[in-house]
């Protein structure tokens, strides 16, 4: 499964108003909540996972994510911000690229594979840097669109 087929534009918020780690997680379940059967237990669900383990990553991105049975399929969206969020990151650094990833419950191997393909990705330094320099949501789908040209689908 391609990222660029999961993430729509529409569904990239630049630049991400939020400034603190819930707002961010609720800012883009505002722009993907209709996609879902009910956006308040998802959007708990995304907390309590948070809880857990912090999902900020490093390297300035987090991946705050579930699975739930409210999602009825894969939903990813993307929050850029300059400023940064403190996820309480592995790394210590606030995060510039938020993929908050939803899915359904019983898909447990392409969720995992939808986290890793992020995670591939979002190594790559320079793909990192363009995408926090996006003006625009078109600007910032089609680089990551154009990332995933050498890579398999899952």
């Known amino acids: 499964m391609w990222l660029h087929k999961v993430l729509r534009q529409e569904w990239i918020k630049i630049p991400l108003v939020a ?21 308040e237990l998802v959007y708990q669900a995304v907390r309590e996972r948070e809880k857990v383990m912090t999902t900020g990553v490093g390297n300035g991105i987090a991946i705050p994510h579930c699975k739930s049975s409210h999602c009825p399929q894969f ?30 419950e019983d898909a447990p191997n392409i969720h995992i594979k939808l986290l890793s393909r992020i995670s591939r990705i979002m190594n790559n330094e320079e793909i990192r840097h363009k995408l926090i320099n996006c003006r625009n949501s078109l600007d910032a789908y089609q680089l990551i669109e154009a990332a995933e040209k050498d890579f398999q689908e899952v």
Not at 76 to 104: C, E, H, S, W
């Open 19 to 39: 400034r603190e780690k819930d707002d961010a997680i609720n800012e883009l379940m505002e722009v993907v909540g209709h996609e879902v059967a009910n956006k």
């Open 75 to 104: 939903i990813i969206a993307l929050g850029i911000t300059a400023q940064g969020i403190d996820f309480k990151a592995v790394d210590n650094r606030n995060v510039n690229l938020i993929f908050l990833l939803l899915g359904p």
